[in-house]
């Protein structure tokens, strides 16, 4: 169903926009809106940016503080990269400075256009249904909702995870790492220091080509010296408690495995977007969208952040996604200053 042009319905004017994701880009879009005298509401069915909530508790930022910056409050710290727990503090600072209206643990079950308008049907934790009328609806949800799962036998089980956040839970314990990407590295060096046995497992023959530089050297001298082991051309095919299945170059295996951390990355979910009569193009997984403006196919729809980028999660982040905001509010006030 395709939602009402901007410009086009009466009843729209004076109520808010719809910002779903309390991501950083989804606060950099709701920054820009208010600063346009456009009042935002936020939704996020988890707390502020849980997607950084989520990052492992030591983790550093690659960019500097100031490219993952947003509405133009400055983000001060004392060393060269903000770590997680500097951006918490940041991301909280511009929701208390902006006096943003932000609704954690409040998930969008739904969203639908009616009579000029749209109606978002969110659920707070524990609570009714709550319907709330928006002039337009930005969708900014992000990847780390949808992990891509492994599709095997076991993969549910409680000692099994598509999050890492440190390795002091398996200290002294047998630890399996599933992936060849930078967070796969990442979460096997710091397992190895908290202690834990670790055994990495990769579908290709080598490391992905998007590791930090400084982290490649650390992970290949510790494969060398034998401190973190590996698997290369290898499959996980199931998973049991205390142990794995393995189906490699010379066959099939079994290692122990009290923890399994499936570090296989994310993909984006675009089920409001198409259940809004958005086109997502099937190979690319990119919503169609105006670059310029953000807005999808369907009027008053926009995006933002890193569903731009569509099964390739390396092409927008903080840095480039925090500006899609302020390209939404000038079409939306652009659209609202030619109605009148």
């Excluded at 403006?293 to 952040?305: C, D, K, L, P, Q």
Aim: charged residues 20%.
């Amino acid at each position: 169903m395709a939602g009402p042009d901007i410009g086009s319905g009466i009843l729209a004017e004076g109520l808010p926009v719809a910002v779903i994701g309390a991501g950083p880009c989804g606060l950099a879009a709701a920054a820009a809106l208010e600063q346009a005298a456009i009042p935002a509401v936020v939704f996020d069915r988890g707390c502020l940016v849980s997607s950084i909530a989520d990052y492992p508790v030591y983790m550093t930022f690659f960019s500097t503080a100031e490219k993952i910056a947003i509405a133009d409050i400055p983000f001060t710290i004392a060393h060269d990269k903000p770590t997680r727990r500097d951006a918490l503090a940041y991301y909280r600072r511009v929701v208390e400075h902006l006096a943003l209206d932000v609704h954690q643990y409040e998930p969008v079950e739904r969203v639908w256009a009616k009579r000029g308008e749209f109606v978002v049907h969110s659920r707070p934790r524990g609570g009714d249904v709550v319907e709330t009328r928006c002039r337009a609806v930005v969708i900014a949800t992000g990847y780390f909702g949808s992990p891509n799962a492994l599709g095997v036998p076991g993969e549910d089980l409680p000692h099994v995870t598509h999050f890492y956040r440190e390795g002091h839970e398996a200290f002294q314990r047998e630890a399996i790492v599933v992936g060849g990407g930078n967070s796969a590295a990442e979460a096997a060096l710091d397992l190895w220091r908290h202690g834990a046995r670790v055994t990495l497992v990769h579908f290709g023959p080598g490391f992905d080509k998007n590791i930090k530089p400084w982290v490649l050297p650390d992970l290949q001298n510790r494969i060398k010296d034998g401190s973190i082991a590996v698997r290369w051309n290898t499959r996980v095919t199931a998973i049991e408690s205390g142990r794995v299945h393995l189906e490699g170059a010379d066959g099939p295996g079994i290692l122990p495995a009290q923890h399994v951390y499936l570090m296989t990355g994310f993909t984006p979910s675009s089920q409001l977007l198409t259940s809004l009569g958005v086109e997502v193009d099937a190979a690319s997984g990119v919503p169609a969208h105006d670059p310029a403006t953000m807005e999808t196919n369907v009027g008053s729809v926009f995006i933002a952040g890193v569903l731009a980028s569509g099964y390739d999660a390396n092409k927008v982040f903080i840095e480039n996604g925090r500006g899609h905001g302020t390209l939404i509010a000038t079409r939306l006030r652009e659209g609202w200053a030619g109605k009148a």
